[in-house]
């Protein structure tokens, strides 16, 4: 079965960075896609980033020109490096894998961006 281990969240001022690791296990087959959901307290899902095998990304437009998502195809691992952190980026951060046309999910990591 697929497993996915997030890592790198924690408290940061804002102005400040984080690098956020997501490692799927369990598998032979490369993730077609990965990539990071977020969500606050009292606020909808949003989509940050993904990555597909072939290295296309997309992202959010709150998060464009501040996060950088990258990936290690040999070890179905995702990076994501998020610079310039501002208070409204505070959420739990969930990563994801599909594989096999089937999606894994993370158990999730806290950022939290406060002075």
């Known amino acids: 079965q697929v497993q996915l281990v997030e890592s790198g969240g924690g408290l940061v001022q804002p102005g400040g960075s984080l690098r956020l690791s997501c490692a799927a296990s369990g598998t032979r087959f490369s993730a077609t896609a990965m990539g990071w959901h977020r969500q606050a307290p009292g606020k909808q899902r949003e989509l940050v980033a993904t990555?597909?095998?072939?290295?296309?990304?997309n992202y959010a437009d709150s998060v464009k020109g501040r996060f950088t998502i990258d990936r290690d195809n040999a070890k179905n691992t995702v990076y994501l490096q998020m610079n310039s952190l501002k208070p409204e980026d505070t959420a739990v951060y969930y990563c994801?894998?599909?594989?096999?046309?089937?999606?894994?999910w993370g158990q999730g990591t806290q950022v939290t961006v406060s002075s």
């Open positions: 994801f894998a599909d594989v096999i046309s089937k999606r894994y």
């Open positions: 990555i597909t095998i072939g290295g296309s990304t």
